[in-house]
């Protein structure tokens, strides 16, 4: 197919506006899948996905369509919409020449509609605005295409109004996407030059690239580098995705396709990364930026016996997710662990989700971090070693007060679009959680849209669910990574007895210590079970106690619910009782239960 009869795209959308019935759709209409086939949400492969309904992984599907005549390939790069796989959405536009801005005509304009929106504007995307679910009862179309106009200058006229759910307008939006997307810029007769968008792992063929061809061609046979690592590999595999896939010859430039060169996991075939023929040197696509974890968490066996599972489970996973960062991590209480880096906290939550559904894995996570940014007070050793530099991103590893200079946080645009009557509540959430104003503005009669600098570590915790939860489930969220922010940062270490625990150190804005300090000391006294000591729990920063309580001696007498004298029951229970206190953790000749650390731990 000659290039100007191929167009790129991909649908953009706030999340359960319809992108994946809309997909469904486009592929029964072009006669990719068969009309009411069951394969519903063809596109969102993995379980998890599936339940959350959320799409994870980029997936790209071929069309072959018929207009006027003649033949066109449409290739459709399913992106992910959350924000959390920003930095994949960027990748898969890279490959694109246009998007269908998909809005619900019930919501209207959602947070990352308007984060979406401006990443394909700035990419000089043509964007094609489409409105769904036009057949729901409260549908106001005329309102949607109003916030479209007055928020990005779209022109009523250009805006698409259809029903995915129904099968209504699909023909439009293939009609638009042929006569409003220009063709791919490429050059065929160019020595050949592609970029690695996705990638997955295949039990038997290794690491699978899926690949936007800007240059020359592909085929089987074929040695390529890699322009990253500078490897050299022979193509052995080279297919389409119709969306089953489909052995292919050649691919060409302006095509996009599917390819296997015995690579053997996912961490060769970074994405963003471009390959080219070895034979002939080119300038990269791209500048390669491998993506950078923002939140991180650590991850334990919940009993050590599991620990070479969790492993293995862990390695597997992280074959097909090479955003995710793994360093060993071991702690007195929890045992050897790791810690993960994640894009965020969605990003977090999949991939346990998916080590329990996948693998069967049970694992401890700890309560989510970000990475601190920390200048040391100069120091003979420092200056001369340059680490005066470092980063931080477990808490336990936070440094002394006294040895820090200058500390700073990970910061984010957060944009949140809420119905006006819950502004209040909403404003005081921000306000709560560090926020500062950017903007606030009506996007249409009784819907506002706000920006907010918020610190990163301020929403990772429960900002979402809390939001939703105050505005009724109206109000949605969007953030952005933006840099680095100085920060009165102080570390809160509990101490037991007067010792310091570790795993339960945290770091905490210098005006929230005294109640997350004050709120640590209270779970713990009623959660530690009380001792044959007293105990004193005490919450600590900047040597300064910030809160105390302590906790009466008191044996635990686990027969005193028994009556009468049955000698063995008596014994079994103590017996149990003997095997509990094994997996205990001392602390200042304090045993405390595992789970302890796991209550205080968790989210
Ligand atoms: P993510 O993958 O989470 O981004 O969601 P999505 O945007 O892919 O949404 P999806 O296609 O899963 O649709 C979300 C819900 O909206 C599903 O329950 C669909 O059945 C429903 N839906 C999609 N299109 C229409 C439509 O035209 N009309 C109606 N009434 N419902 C629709």
Do not use: E, H, N
């Given at each position: 197919i000659p290039i100007e009869r191929i167009r790129n795209f991909s649908i953009i959308a706030h999340v359960d506006h319809g992108k994946s019935t809309l997909a469904d759709r486009l592929l029964e209409f072009t006669g990719a899948i068969k009309e009411n086939s069951g394969q519903s949400q063809i596109l969102d492969k993995l379980q998890v996905e599936k339940e959350r309904g959320i799409t994870v992984k980029a997936q790209s599907v071929s069309l072959l369509y018929n207009f006027k005549g003649d033949d066109y390939l449409l290739n459709l790069i399913d992106t992910p919409g959350h924000v959390d796989f920003s930095s994949e959405v960027c990748r898969s536009l890279f490959?694109?020449?246009?998007?269908?801005l998909l809005v619900d005509a019930n919501d209207g304009v959602q947070a990352q509609t308007v984060a979406n929106f401006f990443l394909a504007f700035g990419k000089d995307l043509t964007i094609v605005p489409v409105i769904n679910k036009i057949d729901l009862k409260n549908a106001d179309p005329d309102r949607v295409t109003k916030q479209l106009q007055f928020l990005f200058d779209i022109e009523p006229q250009e805006v698409l109004r259809i029903s995915a759910k129904l099968g209504k307008g699909i023909e439009s939006v293939l009609e638009a996407i042929i006569e409003r997307l220009p063709c791919p810029k490429v050059d065929r007769e160019a020595p050949f030059r592609a970029l690695i968008f996705d990638s997955w792992y295949d039990k038997y063929r290794g690491a699978l690239s899926l690949i936007y061809v800007q240059d020359g061609d592909i085929s089987v046979g074929d040695e390529i580098q890699s322009c990253h690592t500078k490897k050299v590999y022979e193509i052995k595999t080279v297919s389409l995705l119709r969306p089953q896939e489909v052995a292919a010859n050649k691919l060409n430039a302006g095509q996009i396709g599917l390819i296997g060169c015995n690579m053997r996991s996912s961490k060769e075939a970074f994405i963003g990364d471009t390959i080219h023929k070895s034979s002939c040197i080119v300038e990269a696509l791209q500048g390669f930026e491998p993506p950078r974890p923002m939140v991180f968490a650590g991850v334990y066996p919940?009993?050590?016996?599991q620990h070479i599972s969790l492993r293995s489970a862990i390695e597997k996973l992280t074959l097909n997710d090479s955003a995710v960062s793994v360093d060993v991590d071991s702690s007195p209480a929890l045992g050897q662990g790791w810690r993960l880096g994640f894009l965020g906290l969605l990003h977090l939550e999949v991939f346990s989700q998916r080590l329990q559904q996948e693998y069967g894995a049970e694992p401890i996570l700890t309560a989510p971090s970000v990475t601190y940014k920390i200048k040391l007070k100069p120091t003979k050793q420092n200056l001369k070693t340059g680490e005066q530099l470092i980063y931080v991103n477990n808490p336990a590893l936070f440094p002394d007060h006294l040895l820090i200079e200058e500390a700073f946080e990970p910061m984010v645009i957060g944009t949140i679009i809420t119905p006006d009557e819950y502004l209040g509540p909403v404003i005081s959430l921000c306000m709560e959680r560090r926020g500062i104003q950017r903007s606030a503005k009506n996007i249409d009669n009784d819907r506002v849209m706000l920006q907010y600098d918020l610190p990163l570590c301020e929403i990772i915790v429960d900002f979402h669910d809390t939001l939703k939860t105050i505005s009724s489930g109206y109000a949605s969220f969007d953030y952005e990574d933006n840099g680095y922010q100085s920060s009165n940062l102080v570390k809160l270490v509990i101490l037991l007895n007067g010792v310091a625990v570790e795993e339960l150190s945290n770091i905490v804005h210098i005006t929230k210590a005294q109640t997350v300090g004050r709120k640590m000391v209270l779970k713990l006294r009623d959660i530690i079970p009380r001792q044959m000591v007293q105990i004193a729990v005490q919450a600590v920063s900047n040597g300064k106690v910030l809160a105390r309580e302590n906790i009466k001696p008191y044996?635990?007498?686990?027969?005193?619910?028994?009556?009468?004298?049955d000698v063995t029951r008596r014994m079994k229970l103590l017996a149990q009782q003997a095997a509990g206190k094994k997996k205990m953790r001392m602390v200042a000749n304090i045993s405390l239960p595992k789970e302890t650390f796991i209550d205080v731990l968790k989210k």
């Open positions: 490959a694109c020449q246009g998007v269908i919940s009993d050590q016996s044996r635990k007498d686990v027969t005193a619910k028994l009556y009468g004298g």
